[in-house]
């Protein structure tokens, strides 16, 4: 008899969608993409998997076709979709900086700020966004949504643009300099409210945050253990960063300690060999999956 207990998750399809698999894999749930399924199949059978793009996450979460979803802040806030937004997953396809809504304009453009774009035209996919926007500084310009390729829309078929940069690479390619910035951007996990509010649904989404954090806070991390004497012990803490708190742990010869931390990776190889030099043996580094906290 199928399990009646189903929570259906909504996966990013798109430029987030690798990214958002490694981070379930690094989470410990086994996701997989499937050639021209928008089914992805995964090791839990209470989890039903489907892929749906950022832009319309919020709106099939909020009318209950999804239970639960990831998607960006910023189609939330264009969509005004009355969800509830359950964590923050600063992760994306580039770096862990948000992406950034900005206003931009050829660079040879007369338009240096906020007020001269009364009358103007302004391309966007985030129609509702540059609308309030622009009423909160009372300005009135015809705002016309975009299907994408949204950097080659001016001067000929815009004045202005309101688009997405991580980088600002590719607006810098397309000779376009930014005037205003309007909303910064990172993944949310947000619910249904009737979903949220089921014990059963809650308990699954809580866990799978719980291990979706874990995985983020893992990344860039190692973990180093080392056997210390007890007379170079005070040495070896100098030597690790103020910020961590090393486990330290009793051996059987009294006169010497185990020391277990966790450390950003980019520091390790340059305190190895000061650990090494202030007593430290038995150095071990490894590798972290998830940091629960």
């Given amino acids: 008899m199928s399990n ?9 399809a798109g430029s987030l969608q690798e990214a958002t698999g490694d981070l379930f894999r690094k ?6 993409f499937q050639s021209r399924s928008y ?20 709106r099939y979460v909020e009318n209950g076709s999804l239970d639960c979803g990831l998607t960006g802040f910023d189609w939330v806030q264009e969509s005004q979709a009355d969800v509830t937004i359950m964590t923050e997953l600063v992760f994306s396809k580039v770096s862990k900086r948000p992406v950034r809504w900005v206003l931009a304009v050829p660079e040879n453009s007369e338009i240096k700020n906020i007020s ?12 509702n966004i540059t609308n309030r926007w622009l009423a909160s500084h009372k300005v009135e310009a015809q705002v016309e949504f975009s299907w994408g390729a949204t950097e080659v829309k001016p001067p000929r ?20 300099r930014i005037v205003a910035e309007l909303l ?5 996990f947000i619910a ?4 949220h509010e ?22 860039g991390k190692v973990g180093l253990m080392m056997n210390v004497p007890q007379s170079s012990l005070e040495e070896v803490l100098k030597i690790l960063p103020a910020l961590q708190k090393p486990t330290i742990s009793s051996l059987s010869d009294p006169s010497w300690v185990a020391l277990n931390t966790i450390l950003d990776e980019s520091v390790v190889r340059h305190i190895i060999p000061k650990l090494s030099l202030a007593g430290a043996k038995g150095i071990v580094e490894y590798p972290l999956n998830k940091i629960i906290e």
């Fill in 39 to 58: 089914y992805p199949s995964i090791d839990d059978p209470e989890i039903h998997c489907t892929l749906i793009r950022a832009q319309e996450m919020p």
């Fill in 116 to 127: 001269d774009l009364k009358g103007k035209r302004i391309a966007t996919e985030v129609v």
């Fill in 157 to 176: 078929f815009a004045d202005a643009i309101v688009d997405v940069t991580e980088t600002g690479s590719s607006l810098r390619a397309n000779q376009l």
């Fill in 4 to 12: 009646p207990k189903i929570l259906r998750v909504g996966i990013p």
């Fill in 27 to 32: 989470a410990g749930y086994k996701l997989t």
């Fill in 192 to 195: 249904n409210k009737a979903a």
């Fill in 198 to 219: 089921d014990s059963w649904k809650r308990k699954k989404m809580d866990d799978m945050v719980l291990m979706l954090k874990g995985a983020l806070a893992a990344e």
């Fill in 184 to 188: 910064e951007s990172t993944t949310r």
